[in-house]
């Protein structure tokens, strides 16, 4: 019987102490009775399931009636006792299609809860069958919730079969509304549940907005899990769709019809586009017209529609069970079966409705849910036993009560015996609970109880569950012989346990004739086989309440006894075969095998039998004879065995091959496989071998494989290498065989040296090369040339014709470009790879000569030529020019330049005065000298003077216009031979070199002035002087600089809105003249200036439209080519002006002076600041006009130190020092300098939380700052 579910179970599944719920206790157990459950129509059509709660289900108004039943178990009888045997029948659901019949534990359970939409109807149940007298009662109900603990147990029957009511649902919550979940996706609008009258009508609304939606969604209705309403629609039901195309919203109507009782319980809506799904769910209830009991005709109330009316089938789930014929009415006398059923238990209601012919058990139960009923209060219990409890075997429960008066008397009754206090049975008392422990339960404990206080009442029955005996300790397999005694144990749980040993799945006799003995010692059985035989072996098991054991026992004949055994023989291939073995006991008869195979005597082999004596006889043995042989005496699993070795000595076959003495020729590169047949037993040992080198089998290129009767060579890429003679070697017992192979790799030859190529022209070539190293085993036939460009990688071949000469001249190649060439070498197995390439060589040619070839200047002992470059040049490009001369007369030419020269023009020097020579010059390039171009009348070597002449740039030829401070770089060429002399004057004078720098040449002279100055202004004389030939040229530099302000600026009239200002020249023009004059205004009260004209040329103005009322003064710059002078002149007096016709004399006053020397209004305070966190230093300082403030440390000006940071705003000064460090500590000093005057002060800094020697090395602070630091902070310490 399965365990039953306890609520207070331990996590590995076994049972705490049993007690009461109050007391945390677990139930107990229950007699198995079988419970029929029919689900209500709505529930079979929709295809629901009891839906499972965890731990106590809540109690419902009213008990609803399930038919108990319960069933009879055997009791088989065994050794003498009788034991409980495990069963029990489950809860039946009638499905859609079929009966299924689900087990579940037993145990405390409560029935499914019941309302107005879902609840279970009953149908009868079989008639209870007899019980044994000696049987015990179990319960078997299979329920939805196997959670509940005993205690929500319902009542006890007058069969005595109890079931449970659990605990219903509070009837206040029932009317609860349900929580609408929030919108969903797709649903904009879900349809609510609502609650209408029989016969009334109701519509349900869904609405989807699809303006996201390309097509219009899927819409279904369902009542319950599956039922599509689709198909139901009718007069009762219909379904509607609209679709705005405004709002773009789509709207689904569901309207029910004269609703009908049948009608309610939980529909659903699902919509569906695509991949989104969105659905809702709503209830529908449907109340019933309140009308008097009496008044009704119950059995036609609860009669189903059938399927001839007219609205069978609309929404009616009964169309989905199976269909009974109606019974015929009978004319038994009316009857009040309300009274019947007002006055019967819940569990005979289904028996009251099946007996008078009601079918509509769910509306039944529905209305008697309905109809209120008096509980009786007890007086002298506040809470009464529970019906049930239920503790194992050896264990302890406590029954619990609640006195509602504690002084009344309590009694404990069992069996209606009275209970007194025992060491077995202890009363408790806490408050008003009043508590009976059982402890150490048993069998005799399982009763009824109960409690009496006054003269009231309760009960409850205490079900002991025995433990199933469990073996702990199994019995062994046994292995002996014949006559031998065997003897099999097992231990159990517990002592005097009821076991069954059984052989082969049948039990074994153990009688008083029987060849078994069954003992037990304490928890140990045992199972005994005085004299074995080999009809015992066996599989034999033990069986008990808990668990089953077996093993395997096997008895065997006795061992053979062998005086002598067969021997291993080896025999060569053609000879007799003689083997013999001696065994005890004789005359025995045996069979020989081979292999396996049973060996029948013939003409070849004899089988000879003499007493002990067995023997096998083969005439002539052949290959076929080797192998493992056996001799199998009968009647013994004990066999004799040895192997026969045949053995022939091994052979290679060369002649299959037909190979011209014996050489296989193969091209290289291609796969060779060898395969030659070889013979022998037993199959012999292959080695290949190259000379003194093994072919090993697990080569990769090269590799000897041996396949049975034939072994092979394979090289899957042949080499050059592979040529040569080929050994094979044989072995096996019987001897050794050897042959041997030549195999000869022809292959193409190698590639040829790089070729050498001596001799290059202009669009040719000469190449050389040398034959290839090796030829591939084959001739050389000739060769193949081809070329490239050095920076392609095209090559071009130049003959399709073999060339057998090794010489080759290429021709028709690009001037100037580099080419490579390569050699190919061909014999009759094919073209070798290509050589290296040629080193890079460029056909090149010579220039042409130079051209106009004339003398450039001749003096005593030099004569200088020029020329032009060649015509063409050609790709080899142009390396330089060689000149060369020699003296009129002789044909000795002498190089004048030892290296190239890329110039055109080139000085002869070294000749003697007097002598005539002639010149010639050479292109050169990488091919080699052009044609010399030779002047056409030879020179005479002494010099010709040329008179001097000054080249005056046109720019110099005006004024030199300068601003002060700009550079004046001024180079004037000019000619003469010999070099000229050069002078330079201003003013008449020599110029003096400190002021002006000159550098003369032999072609120009150079005045540099690095910052010009007004003084530098002036014409300067440039004298050019060779023999007594002069050549002059005068320069003019002007250096101008801003103007100065006009003089004398006065207010000559004031009229209406106008003012006439009269003023002089500036005294100081700027070394340019005056352009013109900008003239500005200001308004008394703001002083801002605005100018009224620019560029006015004049010296007199007139201001006009002037606003009245204001006072003005009047200021004015002048203005040269530089620009405007840095002052202006201002008007000493305002100008006022004034409204036409009055004339106000404005009073003078005396400006006050507001000027004042620096003086500290607030001083700097000594501080102390926190090294690493910034700190500042502020005072406070009045001076006029605004003095320049300077900050010290330690009497030293801090000047651009990223450490500090200065502000100085509307006289406050700030000095703000960045995370100083015990370093920046020291006297401080603020000082303020003005025209007047100046004034500091003081402060000392303190910085607190000083680094290390180390830290002030890493910040860079110099050594000399470190140790007068350092000094400082223990002169520091000492005063602390």
Known sequence: MPEPTKKDEMPNGQPEESVAPESNGAPMPLPEISLEVSPPPEAVAEGQEPVETVGKMPEPPEPEPLQAVEAQEQSPTENGSN????????????????????????????????????????????????????????????????????????????????????????????????????????????????????????????????????????????????????????????????????????????????????????????????????????????????????????????????????????????????????????????????????????????????????????????????????????????????????????????????????????????????????????????????????????????????????????????????????????????????????????????????????????????????????????????????????????????????????????????????????????????????????????????????????????????????????????GTCSLHDAGDYTFVPEGYSQSLSAKIHIIDPPRVHLDSLNLPENTMTIVAGNKLRLEIPITGEPVPRVVWMKGERVILESGNRVRAETYGDQTSLTIDITEREDTGKYKIVLQNEAGEATASIKIKVVDIPDPPEAPMVPVVGGDWCSMTWEPPKYDGGSPILGYFIERKKKQSSRWMRLNFDLIKELLFEPKKMIEGVPYEVRIFAVNAIGVSKPSEPSKAFTPLAVTSEPTMLVVDDVTDTSVTVKWRPPETIGAAGLDGYLVEYCIEGTDDWVTSNNELTEKTKHTITGLIPGTKILVRVKAMNAAGSSTPRTLQHSVMVKEVIEPPKIRVPRHLKQTYTRRVGEAVNLVVPFMGKPRPKVLWLKDGKPIEPSHVNIRNTDCDSIIFIRKAERSHSGKYEMAVQVDNHVDTAIIDIQIIDLPGPPQCVTIEDVWGGNVALVWTQPKDNGNAPIIGYTIQKADKKTMEWFTCIEHYHRTCITITELVVGNEYFFRIYSENMCGLSEAATQTKKSALIMKEGLQVKTPEYNDHDFKEAPKFTQPLINTAAVAGYNATLNCSVRANPRPKVIWMKNKIMIVDDPRYRMFSNQGVCTLEIRKPSPYDGGLYTCKAINDLGEAQVECKLEVKGGFTFYELMQRGVPLNLIDKYMSEVKVVEQEK
């Open 83 to 618: 034991q409980p045997q495990p069963g029990g029948v489950g809860v039946t659901e009638q499905a859609e299609a079929a009966n299924s019949a689900v087990k579940e534990e037993p145990g405390p359970c409560s029935p499914p809860q019941l309302d107005d939409d879902h609840e279970a109807a009953t149908t009868p149940s079989p008639t209870p069958q007899a019980e044994d007298a000696n049987s015990v009662k179990k319960l078997s109900v299979d329920l939805p919730n196997d959670s509940v603990p005993v205690s929500a147990m319902g009542r006890k029957d007058s069969d005595g079969a109890v079931w449970s009511l659990g605990e219903g649902q509070n009837p206040d919550e029932l009317d609860k509304p349900v929580v609408t979940p929030p919108l969903s996706t797709l649903l904009t609008e879900k349809p609510q549940g609502g609650t209408i009258p029989v016969g009334a009508d109701i519509s349900f609304v869904a609405k989807v907005e699809c303006k996201d939606l390309l097509r219009k969604p899927t819409i279904k209705w369902f009542k319950g899990k599956w039922m599509d309403l689709a198909s139901k629609t009718g007069k009762h039901l219909q379904l509607k769709e609209t679709f705005d195309r405004l709002t773009k919203i789509h709207t689904f109507e569901m309207h029910i019809i004269k609703a009908k009782e049948n009608y309610a319980g939980n529909y659903r809506c699902e919509v569906t586009y695509k991949d989104k799904f969105d659905s809702c769910s709503f209830d529908l209830e449907i109340k019933e017209a309140e009308q008097g009991s009496q008044n009704i005709d119950i059995r036609s109330a609860f009669k189903r529609s059938s399927e001839g009316q007219e609205d069978a089938g609309e929404l009616d789930f009964s169309g989905l069970l199976k269909h009974r014929e109606p019974k015929q009415q009978d004319d038994t006398p009316e009857v009040d079966v309300w009274d019947i059923l007002k006055n019967a238990r819940p569990d005979e209601y289904e028996k009251i409705a099946f007996m008078y012919g009601i079918t509509d058990l769910r509306g039944l139960l529905r209305r008697m849910k309905k109809i209120p009923r008096e509980e009786k209060k007890s007086e002298a219990f506040a809470k009464k036993l529970d019906p049930a409890y239920q503790a194992d075997k050896g264990g302890k429960i406590r029954l619990v009560v609640d006195l509602a008066d504690p002084t009344v008397d309590l009694k404990w009754y069992k069996n209606g015996q009275e209970i007194r206090p025992t060491p077995k049975y202890i009363f408790e008392q806490k408050g008003t609970l009043r508590i009976m422990v059982i402890n150490n339960c048993s069998l005799n404990d399982d009763a009824a109880y109960s409690v009496a206080a006054g003269d009231e009442k309760c009960s409850t029955e205490l079900f002991v569950k025995e433990l199933p005996v469990k073996i702990v300790r199994g019995i062994e397999a046994v292995k002996t012989t014949v006559n031998e005694r065997i003897e099999l144990e097992c231990e159990v749980s517990e002592e005097g346990a009821q076991v069954k040993w059984m052989k082969n799945g049948v039990e074994v006799p153990t009688g008083v004739r029987s060849r078994y003995r069954v003992k037990s010692e304490g928890t140990k059985h045992f199972l005994v086989i005085d004299d074995a035989s080999r009809e015992d072996t066996g599989t034999y098991s033990i069986m008990a309440t808990g668990g089953t054991s077996e093993a395997h026992v096997k008895v065997d004949l006795k061992p053979l006894k062998i005086f002598q055994d067969l021997q291993d023989i080896t025999v060569k291939l053609g000879q007799p075969i003689k083997m013999h073995c001696e065994i005890f006991p004789g005359n025995i008869p045996g069979r020989w095998y081979r292999n396996g195979q049973l060996i029948q005597p013939n003409d070849r082999i004899n089988i000879i039998q003499r007493n002990k004596v067995h023997r096998l006889e083969i």
